[in-house]
């Protein structure tokens, strides 16, 4: 988001004499922020990073209808960046009602800066004056499992730093796309791709079971059609499960290969060790190649996954379906976030072969916001991976 920093630019300067200027993203800085993300990957056992060609703020979109970017630059050279931090607020369910939720999201340091004193600090400095607007007194965030380091230094108590409290796991299925799946049909279902006249039957099965879950996304006839928050979102790309003529459960295959990506950086340990006896048998099971390093992974989302009591008769033979249609249109994978506590996870993962990344789900706040998270119940979380 183009903007001016808070109270002005801020300047740091590190113990070993470097020194940064904080501000805001700009759009001539599209390039750097997409290097950024590029360069700095997601550490774990198959190290990824999350990109945005061929321009940054495309993908920042489908994060809010509010987003703002962050970033350093080094002094001397303003237009090299050294980190970025983005800020997103959106309508959620909050213990059932419609709020305002905050994200905080793509929290990158150049490898080559990192550890350099002050930087953090200021950083969460901006992003608390860019809070003070009052849109949302807290916000969600993710972080791998595997990426101790960070959750370490985000978890410890500082002064200058927003609370982050765990608030629960999420599991990012990746689905290999190689067979046919078997699809039971419960009689009195009907399963199929939507049509434009069930829009806003999709949209109230949505709202209906959403609401059932904490943090999840509203969507609305309005944002399900909106060019940023849902880009490249078609009503064609729903499955839905019906009953009666009623829309019981849906599913969305949402390609975003066009803004987003993500990419495959290395393998470590097993994954590195098991990679060449897997893609050496990869054409005789039928299974997809694991990538060589600096290729994307060919995925589509799975995404506006909602079934209506998490009914197990209606979860499969509606995934079956989405999994299905996918085939044969040169994907890969697809990849599907439940957290922990939705009944439909197990279910998932018994039914369908996938690889599993676990995230730590966060609720953040400065402490404007602490007595507001603790009017929060603990139903089970739901955010949408594709946004994030």
């Not at 972080?143 to 960070?150: G, K, M, P, V, W």
């Not at 039971?184 to 829009?199: F, N, S, Y």
């Amino acid at each position: 988001m183009e903007g001016t920093a808070p109270q002005g630019r801020v300047t740091v300067e590190t113990p070993d004499g470097l020194r940064f200027l904080g501000d805001m993203a700009r759009p001539g800085d599209d390039a750097e922020l997409r290097r950024l993300l590029r360069e700095n990957p997601m550490p774990g056992a198959i190290s990824v990073s999350l990109q945005r060609e061929p321009d940054f703020f495309m993908g920042s979109t489908v994060e809010g209808d509010v987003h703002e970017t962050i970033v350093g630059r080094l002094s001397g050279d303003e237009s090299r960046l050294v980190g970025l931090a983005s800020r997103s607020v959106r309508d959620a369910w909050l213990n059932g009602e419609v709020g305002r939720l905050g994200y905080l999201s793509a929290l990158r340091i150049d490898r080559r800066f990192r550890g350099s004193g002050g930087s953090l600090r200021e950083g969460y400095r901006m992003m608390r004056e860019l809070h003070e607007a009052g849109d949302t007194p807290y916000y969600v965030t993710t972080i791998i499992a595997d990426n101790t380091l960070a959750r370490t230094i985000l978890e410890r108590d500082r002064p200058w730093k927003p609370t982050y409290r765990r608030w629960g796991a999420v599991s990012t299925l990746v689905l290999p796309l190689w067979l046919p799946r078997l699809r039971p049909r419960p009689r009195g279902l009907e399963v199929r791709r939507a049509q434009e006249a069930d829009r806003a039957d999709v949209v109230a099965c949505l709202q209906r079971v959403y609401r059932t879950y904490q943090l999840a996304p509203l969507w609305t006839e309005t944002t399900l059609t909106d060019t940023g928050l849902a880009r490249g979102l078609r009503v064609e790309d729903f499955t839905v499960a019906l009953r009666r003529g009623r829309v019981v459960g849906c599913v969305a295959a949402w390609d975003q290969q066009g803004y987003k990506q993500a990419v495959i950086k290395g393998y470590d340990g097993w994954m590195r060790r098991l990679r060449p006896a897997v893609n050496v048998a990869a054409p005789l099971l039928r299974l997809p190649r694991l990538p060589d390093p600096g290729q994307p992974l060919r995925q589509v989302y799975l995404s506006h996954l909602a079934v209506e009591d998490e009914e197990p008769g209606v979860a499969l033979p509606l995934l079956g379906a989405a999994y299905n249609d996918l085939l044969g249109r040169g994907l890969a994978f697809a990849t599907l976030g439940l957290a922990e506590g939705n009944a439909l996870l197990p279910l998932v993962k018994r039914a369908l072969m996938h690889i599993e990344y676990r995230s730590i789900l966060y609720l953040v706040h400065w402490e404007d916001g602490a007595d507001a998270v603790e009017l929060l119940d603990r139903r089970v979380p739901h955010v949408e991976v594709a946004t994030l």
